[in-house]
């Protein structure tokens, strides 16, 4: 039976991981320290090869029993989160994979870490492929998250060449589904409540920045592929179909039966224009591509955020 540590696990990805590996036969230890996890993401799950541990991964990580897996998602994703938590931001990104890699070097687990497809900034290259190396503004606000996660991927990559550890990196792109938290702030969640609750759906810019969106069934099933493959270098995990923000709203006031207006508000700093995976090395080397279309997520995410704001039966 694989014993797997997942960090972050009590968050929306973790859960979902938790989840998963448990249904795979996994004995899964999940450790979070609640930042922006929730023990609400996890109390459904009752099963003995399931434990929560309750830690901050900044600080030393000891585990007597043997892992063969440890997944490093421990972060917060939202940029209303790094931006109200900047230092444990910059901490969970570097010192928190330094003690996870630690670990992973003690054990001789695989090791896999949760990147990001903001690793490429406000891309000049369009779509983002694994070996373009990005654009991103090291001294701005969204700083904080994207170079945790560029230095994440550089000691992991030192760890695989220095130490001879399996390690994988996926870079997660834009993912949406159940669990996320109704003041997430991102543009799905953020969208959903305010059309949901009869509030104008606050459109950054003018709408026309574009974004990627998968959900978070199909994310999952590519890292787990990445997970137990021999790949060692970054793979992009996420829905190569582009669309504006404005499209975005307009398809959940549809999802929702809103007569919300959309609003425009200033475009914060650094924010990227575009944003969509080239995903041909995941096609051809873990055979996946995601499955599930825009409009069927939206419906599994909608009936969630309903039962969350108690409006499940209108």
Not at 63 to 78: E, K, N
Not at 88 to 100: E, F, I, Q, R
Not at 245 to 269: C, D, F, G, R, V
Request: hydrophobic letters at 35%.
């Amino acid at each position: 039976m694989p014993r797997t540590l997942i960090t972050g696990g009590a968050g929306f990805l973790g859960s979902h991981l938790c989840d998963y590996l448990l249904n795979k036969g996994h004995e899964v230890i999940c450790m979070d320290n609640l930042i922006t996890g929730s023990l609400n993401n996890i109390n459904h799950i009752k099963n003995d090869r399931f434990k929560f541990i309750e830690h901050n991964v900044t600080k030393h990580i000891d585990l007597d029993s043997p892992l063969d897996y440890i997944l490093h998602f421990a972060s917060p994703a939202s940029p209303i989160d790094y931006l109200e938590f900047p230092i444990p931001t910059l901490k969970v990104g570097s010192l928190g994979t330094h003690n996870a890699l630690g670990l992973a070097k003690k054990k001789q687990s695989v090791f896999l870490i949760a990147s990001t497809s903001e690793v490429y900034g406000d891309p000049l290259v369009h779509p983002q492929e694994e070996n373009y190396w990005g654009n991103v503004n090291p001294i701005g606000p969204r700083g904080v998250y994207d170079e945790a996660k560029r230095f994440a991927e550089a000691i992991t990559m030192a760890y695989h060449r220095y130490h001879g550890i399996d390690t994988k990196i996926v870079r997660i792109f834009n993912t949406y589904g159940p669990r996320m938290r109704i003041n997430d702030g991102r543009a799905i969640p953020n969208f959903i409540k305010q059309a949901l609750t009869g509030q104008e759906l606050t459109a950054y810019g003018d709408g026309s920045q574009t974004r990627s969106f998968c959900y978070v069934s199909d994310l999952i099933e590519g890292i787990y592929r990445l997970l137990v493959s021999d790949l060692n270098n970054p793979i992009n995990i996420g829905n190569p179909v582009e669309m504006t923000i404005q499209q975005m709203a307009e398809k959940i006031l549809q999802a929702t039966n809103s007569h919300s207006k959309i609003a425009y508000s200033p475009l914060p700093e650094d924010d990227p224009r575009v944003r969509q995976p080239n995903i041909e090395k995941a096609k051809k080397y873990l055979g996946w591509e995601p499955k599930i279309k825009l409009d069927e997520g939206l419906k599994l995410t909608v009936a969630y955020f309903k039962e969350q704001l108690n409006l499940k039966n209108t």
